[in-house]
């Protein structure tokens, strides 16, 4: 569990959000302004929002042009990262990440199986950094979006959270 630091400031992010799907248009797309509601609550900007279809040329164009924007430090999409034939996000994406972030894989689906239980396992929630921007993958869902951003990804976005966060390492990420 994160826990507040004292004396810890506030820093806010530019965070860019994608919904991936075949059926969603901006009037239908619940998860997507559900996530940026919750960034811009929290006192994050929202850099960039988009909607694509389950693309895998169209999504990694998007991305790889946010992950090469200076004014985007974070992405997050919301759904394809299920098991169908159309789930294509995370193909989308891994080819991009540099680095993958495995425990955000562990940590997702260990708050996800509080709400869903073995439903879980039907997702394939990823993150990785790439050009020095944070990317996290997350299900369509609601509820998927909920839990990844208020049990997970808020407080690694949150530098008053620790006892560290990725807010912290930002400044690093392009080190060599």
Same mark, same amino acid.
């Given at each position: 569990?994160?826990?507040?630091?004292?004396?810890?400031?506030?820093?806010?992010?530019?965070?860019?959000?994608?919904?991936?799907?075949?059926?969603?248009?901006? *009037? /239908?797309?619940?998860?997507?302004?559900?996530?940026?509601?919750? #960034? &811009?609550?929290? !006192?994050?900007? @929202?850099?960039? +929002?988009?909607?694509?279809?389950?693309?895998?040329?169209?999504?990694?164009?998007?991305? *790889? /042009?946010?992950?090469?924007?200076?004014?985007?430090?974070?992405? #997050? &999409?919301?759904? !394809?990262?299920? @098991?169908?034939? +159309?789930?294509?996000?995370?193909?989308?994406?891994?080819?991009?990440?540099?680095?993958?972030?495995?425990?955000?894989?562990?940590?997702?689906?260990?708050?996800?199986?509080?709400?869903? !239980?073995?439903?879980?396992?039907?997702?394939?929630?990823?993150?990785?950094?790439?050009?020095?921007?944070?990317?996290?993958?997350?299900?369509?869902?609601?509820?998927?979006?909920?839990?990844?951003?208020?049990?997970?990804?808020?407080?690694?976005?949150?530098?008053?959270?620790?006892?560290?966060?990725?807010?912290?390492?930002?400044?690093?990420?392009?080190?060599?």
């Amino acid at each position: 569990m994160a826990k507040r630091k004292d004396n810890a400031e506030f820093k806010s992010v530019n965070i860019a959000v994608l919904t991936v799907s075949d059926t969603r248009d901006a *009037s /239908t797309d619940t998860s997507g302004d559900l996530l940026a509601m919750r #960034i &811009t609550d929290a !006192g994050h900007a @929202l850099a960039a +929002r988009n909607i694509v279809r389950d693309d895998i040329p169209k999504i990694r164009e998007i991305v *790889s /042009t946010w992950i090469n924007d200076p004014a985007v430090d974070v992405v #997050i &999409t919301t759904g !394809g990262t299920g @098991l169908t034939g +159309r789930d294509v996000t995370v193909e989308a994406l891994a080819p991009l990440f540099e680095k993958t972030i495995d425990g955000f894989s562990v940590i997702f689906h260990k708050v996800s199986f509080e709400s869903i !239980g073995l439903s879980t396992l039907q997702s394939r929630a990823t993150a990785g950094l790439a050009r020095g921007t944070f990317i996290f993958a997350l299900p369509g869902s609601n509820g998927a979006v909920k839990d990844g951003w208020d049990k997970v990804i808020s407080h690694q976005l949150d530098a008053r959270y620790g006892p560290c966060n990725l807010v912290e390492l930002m400044p690093r990420l392009m080190e060599h």
